[in-house]
């Protein structure tokens, strides 16, 4: 069998909250490395705050990729990811420095480290029919219908995911096939540049993941959270989109609870705990899906650190 020759990267993904920013860093700063943001909320402009995005003091000591790509009311697919992070990683190793992929978006690592089935491009029509049918109907109606001619995608997709939701009928209508037999067919992409070691980041106590949540949404508060949310819905773009509630950035976990608060539908302490309570579902579905990344390696930071750094050095420096 012929050596795997490809140069090295590394892949940080954890459940959000799990410290994966600090050790992405440290790992920049100690092996010469760039960090590739794996964040479907990250790549919007005005989402900083609520996002935990790396702040412009983070920034500086190491150079990041893939962040403020798009306004908030602007599309950004997986697909689009995919693309746009293959190419900041062949220019990281075009010059000679190391890869780091960080983030939580389960999907956007599938992308880009396995391909997307190929699927039918989005038909802006049927889009805008399936949206005026959920205003009347209600997405959990949608959700019904899918699960009609596609159970298994109704299955994987929640009843209030109305992008997922949307996409899984649009391509039923355009195709006549259910999107989980073409993601069934498997997918086509260029093999990855690079080698990657892949680490999970997460705390083997799930309360210790809730406290950290908890206590990470509360500086968010702290630090003006409801200013960045009332500047977002000052916004032209944003209050007058007729479907502004669809959007992904504004669905955004913390983003849509304090959106609706700021409408008046909650006070401060039901928001508060129902972004908390959103913010632990999101925690509890990304290890869903980390658990079954078998190749990864998976690591304590609290008390696994020394490991860590082993493994990593082993797999860069063997």
């Known amino acids: ?18 410290g994966k920013t600090a050790a992405a860093l440290a790992l920049a700063e100690r092996y010469d490395g760039e960090i590739v943001s ?35 009311w602007q599309p950004y697919s997986a697909a689009d990811f995919a693309a746009d992070a293959r190419s900041a990683v062949e220019d990281i190793l ?24 190929p699927m039918p491009e989005a038909d802006p029509g049927i889009r805008a029919a399936l949206a005026a049918r959920a205003g009347q109907e209600g997405w959990p109606a949608l959700h019904a219908e899918l699960a009609k001619v596609d159970p298994l995608a109704a299955a994987r997709i929640h009843a209030t995911d109305p992008q997922r939701i949307q996409r899984a009928l649009e391509v039923w209508q355009l195709t006549g096939k259910p999107i989980s037999s073409w993601q069934a067919e498997g997918r086509h992409s260029q093999r ?8 999970v980041l997460a705390p083997a106590e799930r ?40 959007l992904p950035a504004i669905r955004a976990v913390g983003y849509r609870q ?30 869903t899906w980390l658990r079954n990344q078998h190749d990864a390696l998976w690591f304590d930071p609290q008390y696994q650190q020394q490991a860590l750094d082993g493994a990593v050095e082993d797999f860069l420096l063997r």
């Open 38 to 72: 794996v964040d479907s909320a990250l790549v919007y402009k005005r989402l900083d705050i609520g996002s935990a995005k790396p702040d412009a003091a983070e920034q500086a000591r190491v150079r990041h990729h893939l962040l403020d790509l798009r306004e908030p």
């Open 258 to 287: 304090a959106w609706a608060h700021l409408q008046g539908e909650s006070d401060a302490a039901s928001f508060r705990n129902q972004a908390i309570f959103a913010t632990r579902q999101l925690a509890k579905r990304q290890l």
């Open 94 to 117: 075009a010059r000679g420095k190391l890869p780091i992929l960080a983030g939580g978006t389960g999907l956007y690592f599938q992308a880009l480290l396995r391909g997307l089935a």
């Open 207 to 246: 309360s210790v993941l809730h406290q950290r949540i908890e206590a990470r949404f509360d500086a968010m508060l702290a630090a003006g959270f409801l200013d960045e949310v009332r500047a977002l819905r000052a916004l032209p773009e944003l209050a007058e989109h007729p479907a502004v509630h669809d």
């Open 1 to 18: 069998m012929r050596a795997d020759t490809r140069p090295l990267a590394l892949a940080l993904m954890g459940p959000t909250a799990s």
């Open 192 to 199: 990855f540049p690079a080698r990657v070691l892949k680490l």
